[in-house]
C-alpha cells in the first residue's frame, strides 16, 4: 500500500472588496442617462427622471451633463408638441370651416354650377356628396 494521500484543498480566499482608490460611480449619473434617452420618446417622464438626477447629483456635489441635456431636449420637445397640436388643431378647424363654407354656398346655388375652394374651381355636386358621404360616416 502506498502512503500516499489526496493533498489538502486549501482555504478559499474572501471575496475581494471594494478597490480604495478606484471612485464611486457618481449619484444620478446612470439615472441621468437613461433620462436623456428618454427625452427623445417619453419628455414628460424624462423630465421628471432628469430633475431628481440632476438633484441627486448635486447633492453629491457633482456635475450631471445627462441629467441637464435631458432636462432641456424634454422641455424644448415638450413646447413643441404643444406648438405642433396647436396647429394640427387650427388648420383642422379651417378646413372645416372651408369645406362648412363651400356646402352653404353649394346648397344656396341649388346644388348646381361650382364653388372656389382654396384657389380651386370644384363642382358642387362633389362638395355635396363628400358632405353627404362624411355625414354618413359619422352616423355609423
Request: glycine residues 10%; aromatic residues 4%; contains cysteine.
Amino acid at each position: 500500500m502506498s502512503d500516499y494521500s489526496a493533498p489538502s484543498s486549501s482555504p478559499t480566499p474572501p471575496p475581494a472588496g471594494p478597490v480604495s482608490g478606484q471612485p464611486a460611480a457618481a449619484p444620478g449619473k446612470t439615472l441621468g442617462i437613461v433620462a436623456f434617452i428618454l427625452s427623445f420618446f417619453l419628455q414628460l417622464v424624462a423630465l421628471i427622471l432628469g430633475i431628481v438626477a440632476l438633484v441627486q447629483s448635486k447633492k453629491a456635489g457633482r456635475k450631471n451633463g445627462f441629467a441637464l441635456a435631458a432636462i432641456i431636449i424634454s422641455i424644448v420637445g415638450i413646447i413643441a408638441g404643444i406648438i405642433i397640436t396647436v396647429v394640427v388643431i387650427g388648420g383642422l378647424a379651417t378646413a372645416a370651416s372651408v369645406g362648412l363654407e363651400a356646402v352653404q354656398k353649394c346648397q344656396e346655388l341649388g346644388e348646381t354650377g361650382t364653388v372656389e375652394i382654396a384657389g380651386q374651381q370644384v363642382q358642387c355636386t362633389v362638395v355635396i356628396d363628400e358632405y353627404n358621404r362624411q355625414l354618413e360616416l359619422q352616423n355609423q
